[in-house]
């Protein structure tokens, strides 16, 4: 199957900072990404789907003045928490497909992120 | 709304079979996938079904049933690194998946 990858796999920052996460398709061209979230114990949450050269959209209930997606490139996908707080620690992770319709979605490792 | 249901946790003897079950309802279907999820990691694909029946791959199987929007993964000659978490998710009318909370399966020796 294609690869995912994140980066970083893990990161623990002050309250108050920026954390940006990346996600790459290395081997496809994903036409359109995924963010999930998910919380200990919980399954997936949907957070936003970007598709190439256009805006996120995002899911009811996320900020998006919070949770900045830019999807600048075929291959790249960005997600920075803004101003992170503690509330915010969670296991983010990524997901590409290569087109739309019956395209498989490929999952990143994952990003855990603790806000101190 | 969209809901798919399948139990918690579930528990079962190195050896042995189980199978978890899924039930979905949702605004059209284009397929429905089981991934496995081990703690801190991301889910990684088992299986898709979008035609009624049987799928077998090695040690697991899906079966879906679609009139009954009923769909179950049938794991058999468990070993102990199969205790996972493993995710229901049905494909919708619109190709957004819609995820299931997920069941823990616990594996004791």
């Known amino acids: 199957g294609a690869v995912v990858s994140q980066h970083p796999s893990w990161v623990i920052c002050k309250s108050g900072t920026s954390v940006k996460i990346e996600c790459r398709s290395l081997d496809f061209q994903a036409t359109t990404m995924f963010w999930y979230r998910q919380f200990p114990k919980q399954s997936l949450m949907l957070m936003a789907t970007s598709n190439e050269g256009s805006k996120a959209t995002y899911e009811q209930g996320v900020e998006k003045d919070k949770f900045l997606i830019n999807h600048a490139s075929l291959t790249l996908s960005t997600l920075t928490v803004t101003s992170a707080h503690p509330e915010d620690s969670s296991f983010y992770i990524c997901?590409?497909?290569?087109?739309?319709?019956?395209?498989?979605?490929?999952f990143g490792p994952g990003t855990r992120l603790t806000v101190l | 709304g969209q809901n798919i249901d399948q139990p918690t946790e579930m528990t079962a003897t190195e050896g042995a079979i189980v199978q978890i079950n899924c039930t979905y309802q949702t605004s059209g279907f284009n397929g429905l996938f089981w991934y496995q999820q081990h703690a801190g990691e991301a889910p990684t694909f088992l299986s898709y079904n979008v035609l009624d029946g049987l799928e077998e791959k090695g040690r697991f199987s899906s079966f879906l049933s679609r009139s009954k929007g009923y769909s179950y993964l049938l794991l058999k000659e468990l070993q102990m690194k199969d205790s996972a978490s493993y995710l229901c998710a049905v494909r919708d009318s619109n190709y957004q998946l819609i995820w299931g909370a997920g069941t823990k399966l616990i594996i004791k020796p």
């Open positions: 997901s590409a497909r290569e087109g739309e319709g019956f395209y498989e979605q490929f």
